[in-house]
């Protein structure tokens, strides 16, 4: 069974600061996602990354993925007060056509 | 594109009721999912259609629960009876392995409260 595993779970940081997500799973995955969701609100897409080595940037948040360690990371550079909000990290497993498997999610908190 | 579309926005019933949730995918989209978030157990995928055929069901917490997808532009899930540990929100995706990036677009969402 395909577990995906973020820490921390919550983050709270100053607004300027920089500071990195985890996600770690458990077994070869096809292609890993970054949803964002804002309190009360549903999921919005920010990245997706497809192979080894992936690194995609938007803004002040940048993913990357290394699926030899089975490992992706969500870096914040700079934080703004707009980037408080709850950050998943989503897989898909192998031979699982499309079915996504969701992390425990990260809520991040900005504080000024 | 108006997006996955979800109905009702919220939903307050009693114990006991039969609760119906509807989601209309992106057009051309040939997978939808059914998901359920609570604060307890996160985001679980409930069922998985693939050209309107169910893929796994293996979330469906029991035989109280159902989905049905009759054509490509319309499910639903069902709740019959209702009880309270089935409040959660219930949100609905959909993808097409053939969009950009092998996107998944999910609905706004039904909060569903059982009392």
């Known amino acids: 069974e395909l577990k995906v595993e973020q820490n921390p779970l919550f983050l709270s940081m100053q607004e300027g600061k920089n500071y990195t997500i985890y996600c770690n799973y458990s077994?070869?995955?096809?292609?890993l996602y970054w949803y964002r969701q804002d309190p009360g609100k549903s999921l919005e897409s920010l990245f997706v990354l497809l192979s080894n080595g992936a690194v995609k940037q938007e803004g002040r948040l940048m993913a990357s993925l290394d699926t030899k360690a089975r490992l992706s990371t969500l870096h914040i550079t700079a934080a703004v007060h707009d980037l408080s909000a709850t950050y998943f990290c989503?897989?898909?497993?192998?031979?699982?056509?499309?079915?996504?498997?969701f992390g425990t999610g990260t809520r991040l908190q900005v504080t000024l | 594109d108006a997006g996955v579309i979800q109905s009702p926005r919220h939903e307050v019933t009693e114990m006991g009721q039969e609760v119906t949730l509807r989601c209309k995918p992106i057009s051309g989209h040939d997978y939808l999912f059914w998901y359920r978030q609570t604060m307890m157990r996160g985001l679980e995928l409930l069922i998985y259609?693939?050209?309107?055929?169910?893929?796994?069901d293996s979330g469906m917490p029991e035989d109280r629960f159902s989905a049905k997808m009759p054509n490509a532009s319309f499910s639903t899930l069902k709740i019959q009876p209702s009880e309270p540990r089935d409040s959660a929100v219930y949100f609905c995706?959909?993808?097409?392995?053939?969009?950009?990036?092998?996107?998944?677009?999910f609905g706004s969402g039904t909060r569903l409260t059982v009392v």
């Open positions: 259609f693939n050209n309107n055929v169910p893929i796994d």
């Open positions: 077994t070869t995955s096809d292609r």
């Open positions: 995706a959909s993808s097409s392995p053939g969009t950009a990036n092998y996107g998944y677009t």
């Open positions: 989503v897989v898909v497993g192998p031979g699982t056509a499309s079915k996504l498997t």
